[in-house]
T-cell receptor, first 112, second 114 residues
Framework: AQSVTQPDIHITVSEGASLELRCNYS??????LFWYVQSPGQGLQLLLK??????LVQGIKGFEAEFKRSQSSFNLRKPSVHWSDAAEYFC??????????FGAGTRLTVKP | KAGVTQTPRYLIKTRGQQVTLSCSPI?????VSWYQQTPGQGLQFLFE???????NKGNFPGRFSGRQFSNSRSEMNVSTLELGDSALYLC?????????????FGPGTRLTVL
């Protein structure tokens, strides 16, 4: 079955520390991959996306993600976390422009 | 460009009632998708409309329906509300004419069913 897995429900990091959020997908072929961020009570904001080409993609707010075909992974990283990064992060995949499948989300807490 | 707007932002209904939610996409976007977000089930795809036609549908009962108007605005209707329909309903728009459109999300409508 097609699925998106975010193994970490909740992560806590100290401000200034590095961050990596994991995402694995289970599909028959390489889908289009996205990371979204959601602040409490808000909609989703796109951080970055991978369609093809360079497997390391840069996004907004200093985030980057690396697509690894062999591991079916698309992990999100940030070298130095800011308190304003506290939010919920969703990995998503789609094969077309509809029926986007989301992971369960990872809630990020940033310690001062 | 204005972003995706959703109205109302908050709604309280009782079981058995019906509700209509509205979504105005980004100007020029012809595709509107709807999602339900709950703590238990996460984000789930409801359906997508493109040029006034439902193009894809998720696995929700027939109580959930939608439509799209000629100006691309979309409405979602839920009939015979159940407690489990309490959720954040998100709509997303995209140009809709390629296979990998980025979707732009609205702020959502928070529906509470009592």
């Amino acid at each position: 079955a097609q699925s998106v897995t975010q193994p970490d429900i909740h992560i806590t990091v100290s401000e200034g520390a590095s961050l990596e959020l994991r995402c694995n997908y289970s599909y028959g072929a390489t889908p289009y991959l996205f990371w979204y961020v959601q602040s409490p009570g808000q909609g989703l904001q796109l951080l970055l996306k991978y369609f093809s080409g360079d497997t390391l993609v840069q996004g907004i707010k200093g985030f980057e993600a690396e697509f690894k075909r062999s591991q079916s992974s698309f992990n999100l990283r940030k070298p130095s976390v800011h308190w304003s990064d506290a939010a919920e992060y969703f990995c998503a995949v789609t094969y077309n422009n509809n029926d986007m499948r989301f992971g369960a989300g990872t809630r990020l807490t940033v310690k001062p | 460009k204005a972003g995706v707007t959703q109205t109302p932002r908050y709604l309280i209904k009782t079981r058995g009632q019906q509700v209509t939610l509205s979504c105005s996409p980004i100007s020029g976007h012809r595709s509107v998708s709807w999602y339900q977000q709950t703590p238990g089930q996460g984000l789930q795809f409801l359906f997508e409309y493109f040029s006034e036609t439902q193009r894809n549908k998720g696995n929700f009962p027939g109580r959930f329906s939608g439509r799209q108007f000629s100006n691309s605005r979309s409405e979602m209707n839920v009939s015979t509300l159940e407690l489990g329909d309490s959720a954040l309903y998100l709509c997303a728009s995209s140009p809709g004419d390629r296979n990998y459109n980025e979707q732009f999300f609205g702020p959502g409508t928070r529906l509470t069913v009592l």
